[in-house]
């Protein structure tokens, strides 16, 4: 069992940054492969990126690839969301969600058996 809480959201402007942050509780953290999604209004769920046990592989969707960087501290049971050169289309509830069942590529929202509550970021043109 793991719960998760978000925090670092905010309002940005176009061009700026944020760094979300996920805490997570328990003690194997590092057990758990870990990913953010987001979700727009009047929108479903999409995965935006996922980051293996170790930290030592990670993927994106291609629509933030070049701009986000996902990276994890297990020892302070800590993921952390890097969003650089935001775009208003970027705008969403983020989750930071954990995976204990596999240690490969999971995008949907059903691999995925604990989640956050979710942080909003806006991102004003």
């Known amino acids: 069992q793991v719960q998760l809480v978000e925090s670092g959201g905010g309002l940005v402007q176009a061009g700026g940054s944020l760094r979300l942050s996920c805490a997570a509780s328990g003690r194997t953290f590092n057990s758990y492969a870990m990913a953010w999604f987001r979700q727009a209004p009047g929108k479903e769920r999409e995965f935006v990126t996922r980051?293996?046990?170790?930290?030592?592989?990670?993927y994106y969707a291609g629509s933030v690839k070049g701009r986000f960087s996902i990276s994890r501290d297990n020892a302070k049971n800590m993921v952390y969301l890097q969003m650089n050169s935001l775009k208003p289309e970027d705008t969403a509830v983020y989750y930071c969600a954990a995976d204990s069942r596999s240690n490969v590529l999971q995008t949907t929202t059903r691999a995925y058996n604990y989640w956050g509550q979710g942080t909003q970021v806006t991102v004003s043109s």
């Open positions: 980051i293996s046990r170790s930290g030592g592989t990670t």
